[in-house]
């Protein structure tokens, strides 16, 4: 059981881009007092023939202190918000710097991302119900 609410999936930031673009900031509460962000490169989404593909939409983990915790996160946010553009698609993890309440789970994101990816689906999909 985590110690935070799970309500955090409701809230999410949207920084407009130069040149008509739109990314979308999901904090994701981890530990026990501390956060790691999701960015959601959505500017894929806005054109009808990204849509038609379902590709998932690129993100960026930002210091995933807790891998397991920013997993289930892209899961739910991918369904909540992002189901009609294929789901998420993780190309990237950030780090700030190296302490470990910071980089603590780099290693297991980008293992987790590598397994998904193996399934020939993007990451963090809606599932379909089948």
Not at 48 to 60: H, I, K, M, T, Y
Not at 67 to 87: D, H, K, P, Q
Request: aromatic residues 8%; hydrophobic residues 40%.
């Amino acid at each position: 059981r985590r110690p935070f609410h799970t309500r955090y999936a409701d809230i999410r930031t949207e920084i407009p881009l130069e040149g008509g673009g739109v990314c979308f900031i999901h904090a994701v509460p981890c530990l026990t007092d501390n956060f790691s962000y999701v960015i959601v490169d959505a500017t894929g989404a806005l054109t009808d023939s990204a849509r038609d593909e379902q590709q998932g939409l690129p993100v960026c983990a930002v210091d995933p202190c807790d891998a397991f915790a920013v997993a289930e996160a892209l899961e739910l946010i991918a369904e909540r918000y992002y189901a009609e553009a294929g789901g998420l698609r993780l190309e990237a993890v950030l780090c700030t710097h190296r302490h470990w309440d910071h980089a603590g789970g780099n290693e297991d994101l980008i293992h987790i991302a590598a397994m998904e990816a193996k399934k020939e689906q993007p990451p963090w999909q809606p599932s379909t119900g089948s």
